[in-house]
Every structure is written in C-alpha cells, then in structure tokens.
C-alpha cells in the first residue's frame, strides 16, 4: 500500500510538471517565457483578444516578441539603467499605481449583489429591456427607374418560395449594392436604421411581399422584398442578468469609493495650489 501511494505521488508530480512545462513557450538564458506573459502581451494591444487562439504564425511573432524583450531588459539592466535617477523615479510611480488598483480590486471584490437585486432592477425598468421591432428583408438596387419596373412586373406574379427563390437570383445577376451576391440579403435591422424612404417602404410591406413600385434613395432605385418582421418584445431576465449584476456593482463600488474618498479627504490636510474654478465663475 505504501508503495502504491509512492507510485502515486510521483505520477501526480510528473503530471505537475508536464503542465508547468506545457505552459512554457520559451527560455531566455533560463528564464521562462509562459503562456501567461504572451495574454499579457496581446491584451495589451488588443483587451479582447486571445493568445491561445492566434495563428500559429502569429503566436510566433509574439514568443519572438517576448525573447526581444527579455534579451534588452538584460541587456539594459547590464548597462546601469536600474541605478539611474529617472527609473528609480517610474519605479516609485509603478508601486503607487499598483498598490492603488490592488487596493481598488480588492473593493470591487468585496461587493456582492445579489440574483434577487438584480431582479428586483429588472422588473422596475422593464421599459430599459424592450427589444425593437425589426425584420429581416432583401433587397435589388439597379440606377434606372424603368429596370427596377420591369424587375417587379417579372416578379409580381410568384408568391411564397417560388418568389423568394427567383428574387435571390435576380438580385445575384441584377443588383448594384454589394448585397447582390448574398442575394440582396440585408439580415435583420430595425426601424429607423435605413434610409427614411427605405424604411417607410419597407415597413408597409407583409411578410413574403415585395415593393409594388420602386423606392427611390440616394443610392438608386429598390426592389424590396420582406422576409420576417419581429414586434417589438421584452429581452428575457436571463439574457440581461450578468450585464444588470455588473452595472449594479460597478454603481456600488462607485458609490463606496466616493465615500470613502470624501472622507479621507475630510481627515487629510490637503494643500491645493490651484484656483478654485467655481469661486473665479462667481
């Protein structure tokens, strides 16, 4: 039995340090490039972006980036650059700074809101969680008055799938707007997003209708077809749970830190060397 347990301590550590080992993208002179280090590099250029999933050429130029970075932090290191007055300067800035989101951090943590706050929000602004009426239309967009014409009187006579289909054809062979080869798709948009001569004439129409005359904008002349129109509804608590849980916390932490900065301020001497803005606007 206590072998066995030997055995398996030692697959528990070989497992360890196969991870560890997983982690690491490269070595500079025996320190560690990770993983880690590479998010941290790429969310700073980028807050949304992944390391984990770039390019293989692309996690290649970073790791590059990373050994540069070692290799001259070495090298200025070597030169004298941590001795001189300026660094120690920055240095005594960073630890401020770091000590201060540190200490924000920990505040944001310390708040909690609760399912039954955030429901309790929901239902008193449910006006705030309407989705807009929208719909889902196509469209064919040529420069003349008369094709557009000739276009509806080719179409006037199919309903249903035979003229959703013949439209998408005519709009991959006919229309002007880069639409036309996605078959005048424009996806789904709501009132008021289009042009007002669009909009109007699209919002007339029934689901699998098409415009009876063409529309004209500053873009040409429409043929529009409606494919699905959705009223106006209320998102679900579900949906806007975890963005209703942030904003309250962030309205508290907000709150909580004002407070105690304005008693902070209360207990501090401050001297403040510039003028007071609303005494000169009196």
């Given at each position: 039995?206590?072998?066995?347990?030997?055995?398996?301590?030692?697959?528990?550590?070989?497992?360890?340090?196969?991870?560890?080992?997983?982690?690491?993208?490269?070595?500079v002179?025996?320190?560690?490039i990770t993983?880690?280090?590479?998010?941290?590099?790429?969310?700073?250029?980028?807050?949304?972006?992944?390391?984990?999933?770039?390019?293989?050429?692309?996690?290649?130029?970073?790791?590059?980036?990373?050994?540069?970075?070692?290799?001259?932090?070495?090298?200025?290191?070597?030169?004298?650059?941590?001795?001189?007055?300026?660094f120690q300067?920055?240095?005594?800035?960073?630890?401020?700074e770091?000590?201060?989101?540190?200490?924000?951090?920990?505040?944001?943590?310390?708040?909690?809101?609760?399912?039954?706050?955030?429901?309790?929000?929901?239902?008193?602004?449910?006006?705030?969680?309407?989705?807009?009426?929208?719909?889902?239309?196509?469209?064919?967009?040529?420069?003349?008055?008369?094709?557009?014409?000739?276009?509806?009187?080719?179409?006037?006579?199919?309903?249903?799938?035979?003229?959703?289909?013949?439209?998408?054809?005519?709009?991959?062979?006919?229309?002007?707007?880069?639409?036309?080869?996605?078959?005048?798709?424009?996806?789904?948009?709501?009132?008021?997003?289009?042009?007002?001569?669009?909009?109007?004439?699209?919002?007339?129409?029934?689901?699998?209708?098409?415009?009876?005359k063409?529309?004209?904008t500053?873009?040409?002349?429409?043929?529009?077809?409606?494919?699905?129109?959705t009223?106006?509804?209320?998102?679900?608590?579900?949906?806007v749970?975890?963005?209703?849980?942030?904003?309250?916390?962030?309205?508290?932490?907000?709150?909580?830190?004002?407070?105690?900065?304005?008693?902070?301020?209360?207990?501090?001497?401050?001297?403040?060397?510039?003028?007071?803005?609303?005494?000169?606007?009196?």
């Amino acid at each position: 039995m206590l072998k066995l347990a030997k055995t398996s301590l030692l697959a528990v550590a070989v497992m360890a340090s196969s991870v560890a080992a997983s982690d690491i993208l490269a070595t500079v002179n025996g320190k560690n490039i990770t993983k880690e280090d590479a998010q941290a590099f790429v969310t700073a250029a980028a807050p949304n972006s992944s390391f984990m999933q770039l390019k293989p050429q692309e996690q290649r130029m970073v790791t590059d980036r990373l050994v540069e970075k070692e290799l001259f932090t070495e090298l200025a290191a070597k030169e004298g650059f941590e001795k001189k007055p300026e660094f120690q300067r920055n240095m005594e800035k960073l630890k401020n700074e770091l000590l201060v989101n540190m200490w924000m951090k920990a505040q944001m943590d310390s708040i909690v809101v609760s399912d039954g706050d955030a429901k309790a929000f929901y239902d008193k602004n449910s006006a705030k969680f309407m989705q807009q009426d929208s719909m889902h239309a196509r469209h064919i967009l040529v420069k003349d008055e008369k094709e557009a014409q000739a276009i509806i009187d080719s179409l006037k006579s199919l309903k249903g799938d035979a003229l959703k289909t013949k439209f998408i054809e005519v709009a991959q062979t006919k229309s002007t707007g880069p639409s036309g080869p996605k078959g005048g798709d424009l996806g789904t948009f709501a009132k008021g997003q289009m042009v007002p001569e669009f909009s109007d004439a699209a919002w007339a129409l029934e689901v699998g209708q098409i415009t009876t005359k063409p529309v004209k904008t500053q873009f040409g002349y429409h043929v529009i077809f409606l494919e699905e129109k959705t009223p106006a509804k209320p998102t679900s608590y579900d949906e806007v749970k975890d963005k209703i849980l942030t904003m309250l916390k962030q309205q508290q932490f907000t709150a909580k830190v004002g407070e105690i900065a304005k008693e902070l301020k209360s207990k501090a001497k401050i001297e403040n060397m510039l003028p007071d803005v609303n005494a000169t606007q009196k």
